[in-house]
Each structure stands twice: as C-alpha cells, then as structure tokens.
C-alpha cells in the first residue's frame, strides 16, 4: 500500500472531520520519502485540537465558582439585610453546578490533553524537519522510523479525550 492510499483511507475512515486513530503505515524502505501530506494531515490535526473553549470553560467557571462562592458567603453574613439571605442559597447552588458541571465534562483534563496534543504533533513535524536535512543513509532511515513511531504513539492516543466517555478505564 502506498503512503498516499495510506493517507486516503485513513481520511475516508475519519468519523465527523475527526482524524481517525489508524495506525500510520510507513512507506516501503529504500527510496526517498515524500512527507508533504503527511504534514497537511498533522497541520489539520493541530487546528483540531484548538483548546480555546474547553481553557475558557475551565477557567471561566473557576472564576465564576469562586465569585459566586465569595458572594454566597458575603449574602449569608447579612450584610445587605435579613431579605437577601435567599441570595445565598441561590448563589451557593449556581456554584456547586459549576462545580458539577467541570467534573462530569472534565474541561481542564480536555484543555490539558489539547495542548498535549498539539505539542505532539508539532514535535513531528519538527521531526520531518529535520529529517530533510539528514543525508540518504542508515541514521536518516532510523530518524524516519522514529517519526513513525512517535506517530503511532501520538495517533493511538487520538480517541482518549478526557471527560467524552472514550478514556480507557
């Protein structure tokens, strides 16, 4: 099978514009090696794992637990009269389901495992790089090996993202 009808049916397999967790299948030994799609596919993947929204979710509701939190304690002391005490209650609520709500869908293990991600795919790509500059030989086919490998790794852990019900046990 050849590197692009690697590339293809791993596209085609992907499920909703997700990259798929195939494992990558590296080009037959002995000639030189075109990584020009490769990096196309590790560039998408690295726009895939933007971890804006699960950051601002984490930190947003961090913020917002502590105020609420904060404020619950200032309404429960009276300060602003016996008729606002209710406030408290109300205010306490919201921040347990804050609370609630980053522990089910875990948005700061998510904005972990996107930066990890991204990192790791940047890495590769720093690899085959690199890999460019080496001459035709024994080490440059080693490297490529290892940039195989580090994709294997990185692709197999594609589908674990914390929080969706996919993490392994």
């Not at 490529?144 to 594609?158: F, G, M, N, V």
């Amino acid at each position: 099978m050849s590197e692009q009808t690697a590339v293809n049916q791993a596209e085609t397999t992907a499920d909703a514009g997700k990259l798929a967790a195939l494992p990558p299948v590296p080009p037959p030994p002995g000639g030189p090696i075109d990584f020009t799609p490769i990096k196309e596919r590790l560039q998408r993947a690295i726009d895939e794992h933007s971890p804006s929204l699960d950051a601002w979710c984490f930190n947003g509701g961090t913020l917002l637990t502590l105020t609420f939190t904060a404020a619950s304690a200032l309404f429960s002391s009276q300060a602003f009269g016996e008729k606002l005490t209710f406030v408290a209650a109300i205010l306490s609520s919201v921040a347990g389901v804050l609370v609630a709500a980053e522990r089910a869908l875990a948005f700061g293990a998510r904005w972990r495992f996107h930066h990890e991600m991204r990192s790791g795919y940047r890495s590769i790509v720093d690899m085959i790089d690199f890999a460019a500059l080496l001459p035709d030989g024994p080490e440059k086919a080693k490297y490529t090996k290892d940039i195989w490998t580090a994709l294997y790794a990185l692709r197999s852990r594609e589908s674990a993202i914390p929080g969706s019900g996919t993490t392994p046990q």
